[in-house]
């Protein structure tokens, strides 16, 4: 079993930046990629982001693509997203997640494993 937990989140105004982090423990961390998910009250969750561990190669919705950035430290079992240029719309709870099997990152069934979500406000 990995667990993930996330942290970072908070209330910022928009415009503002938050940086969060999911470090994931248990078994060897050796996921094929690792994603970011966002769920917005009474939406359905949705892709924000991925990393391929092996490769570095990312991936982004086009919302955010240019304002946030994913990255990953593999020696601390940490996964990033560097949130920019927030907006009230980017307002929700942010999901980190692990994938074992390539390929389909942006898609939340894909993935194996999920931590339990921090919460993002942005204010107007």
């Known amino acids: 079993q990995v667990q993930l937990v996330e942290s970072g989140g908070g209330l910022v105004q928009a415009g503002g930046s938050l940086r969060l982090s999911c470090v994931a423990s248990?078994?060897?961390?050796?996921?094929?990629?690792m994603g970011w998910f966002r769920q917005a009250p009474g939406k359905e969750r949705q892709f924000v982001a991925a990393?391929?561990?092996?490769?570095?190669?990312?991936y982004y919705e086009d919302s955010v693509k240019g304002r946030f950035t994913i990255s990953r430290d593999n020696a601390k079992s940490t996964v990033y997203l560097q949130l920019n240029h927030l907006k009230p719309e980017d307002t929700a709870v942010y999901y980190c997640?692990?994938?074992?099997?390539?390929?389909?990152?942006?898609?939340?069934?894909?993935?194996?494993?999920w931590g339990q979500g921090t919460q993002v406000t942005v204010s107007s």
């Open positions: 997640a692990a994938v074992w099997t390539c390929c389909n990152v942006g898609h939340r069934g894909a993935y194996d494993a």
């Open positions: 248990g078994r060897t961390f050796n996921s094929y990629a």
């Open positions: 990393i391929i561990r092996s490769t570095g190669n990312t």
